[in-house]
């Protein structure tokens, strides 16, 4: 079977459940191998990319055109763009990936017991990866990477607008893998688009380990709702940056800028800003001003509205909304303790940020604030796997269990208990 094939499938549940019984068998494969021909496949992975760039952006090219000829708004379009840079990102990821040490077979904690053997724990990979995803092409190649480094095979269900792009990266990934030595299985794209795949792909007990959710609240909501395969998840990126009354404020207004407008559709993106009373008068003007040359909509609380014009009146929903958009809404705050106070009622555990000078305020903020990525001075647009040194992510987690931020190698393996004798009994 061709589990590339976009031709329509009869039978999806025999199709999924064909998929899942070669990605059992390709991972059972993986785990038995060391890290050499893994990396080996991840570096001729990056080098299939690059050499097919070309034809990678012809075929993100289709995506886009379809997509704007079905009304894509503009994130939607820019999350789905295959940039150069973007396609090189790819090839670099793959490339660091490859370079980390490898944590599969890693033994920690092997302590000798009264009795006389000696417990400790091996890292070992969880099994069968099964990614759902939207728009972005390039979690093809993340996925991917990330899944085969860390010894687990995986079934990749992309979104419908990505089709084209995701199955030219798919054929990159097939031909390393098989230069590697490995099972062209260890990475299946689901070749169909219709919705009935990802309802049989959750519900895939006995083949699928895990799952990793990346799209919208719809579709994490019905993931929750439906499946029964364990997930790491997250559902909305409603990050905050506070602005100290202490803060410099050149520092303060180049991180908040960067965190709204470097990139708007995603989920580290700045959606709410939070001004301490003191530095707003002095703060809000000159950010109006920057984030006007941007094009970004400010909707803004009673007291920031009358420190300045032409902000929206911002509603209760606003400080819910993840805009992945032009948008900001802007809030003053008195104090740190009324920043905290938003930040635990409307944030959604993602990324957090102060702009502080106050070493006792900053490590108050660290301490208090209950989300997967905590910042001090620093844009939250780097709550990313590659600039945390992962090399790439499968996802950020805003769960607790068993991943939490962005998820790389480590959140991809689980550990075993492991127990050396020399011929012990129990007594």
């Not at 490339?95 to 092997?110: F, H, K, Y």
């Not at 991917?144 to 010894?151: E, P, T």
């Not at 687990?152 to 230069?179: F, K, M, V, Y």
């Not at 992962?390 to 805003?398: K, N, V, W």
């Amino acid at each position: 079977m061709s589990e590339d094939s976009t031709q329509p499938i009869d039978d999806i549940p025999a199709y999924m459940r064909a998929l899942g019984e070669a990605a059992r068998a390709a991972g059972r494969h993986l785990a038995a191998t060391d890290s050499g021909p893994r990396n080996q496949a991840l570096r001729l992975i990056a080098e299939s990319i690059r050499d097919a760039a070309p034809a990678l952006a012809e075929a993100n090219q289709r995506d886009l055109d379809a997509g704007k000829a079905a009304g894509l708004d503009a994130a939607l379009l820019d999350r789905l763009a295959l940039t150069e840079a973007r396609i090189e990102a790819m090839a670099e990821g793959l490339e660091q990936i490859a370079a980390l040490p490898d944590p599969v077979g890693a033994v920690t904690d092997l302590d000798p017991m009264p009795s006389g053997i000696r417990v400790g724990r091996m890292r070992v990979p969880l099994g069968v990866v099964g990614i759902i995803y939207e728009s972005r092409p390039n979690v093809t190649a993340d996925a991917a990477g990330l899944c085969l480094k860390s010894g687990n095979a995986c079934l990749l269900r992309g979104g419908s607008e990505a089709l084209h792009s995701n199955q030219a990266i798919a054929e990159c990934i097939r031909g390393g893998l098989e230069a590697a030595g490995l099972p062209s299985t260890a990475v299946q794209v689901v070749g169909t688009t219709d919705r009935a795949a990802v309802g049989e792909l959750i519900t895939l007990d006995d083949y699928v380990d895990v799952l990793v959710p990346r799209g919208g609240k719809g579709l994490i909501e019905r993931i929750m709702r439906d499946a029964t395969v364990p997930m790491i998840k997250h559902l909305d990126g409603i990050c905050h940056c506070y602005i100290d009354a202490n803060a410099d404020a050149d520092m303060a207004e180049q991180v908040v800028v960067n965190a709204k407008t470097q990139r708007y559709g995603t989920c580290n993106t700045l959606e709410t800003l939070l001004i301490s009373a003191a530095m707003a008068p002095e703060m809000l003007p000159r950010l109006k001003a920057r984030f006007d040359a941007h094009g970004v909509e400010l909707r803004g609380c009673e007291r920031s509205r009358s420190l300045v014009d032409g902000l929206t009146a911002a509603t209760e929903a606003d400080w819910d909304t993840e805009y992945l958009a032009a948008i900001l809404s802007i809030r003053v705050v008195d104090d740190l303790d009324e920043a905290i106070r938003h930040i635990a009622r409307h944030s959604s555990g993602h990324t957090d940020a102060i702009v502080t000078n106050d070493y006792a305020h900053a490590q108050r903020f660290l301490r208090e604030v209950d989300s997967s990525s905590v910042m001090v001075n620093a844009s939250t647009r780097f709550a990313d796997g590659f600039e945390y040194g992962l090399g790439a992510e499968i996802g950020i987690s805003t769960d607790k269990l068993h991943a939490r931020g962005p998820v790389g190698l480590e959140g991809l393996t689980t550990q075993k208990y492991i127990v050396l004798g020399e011929g012990h009994v129990r007594e």
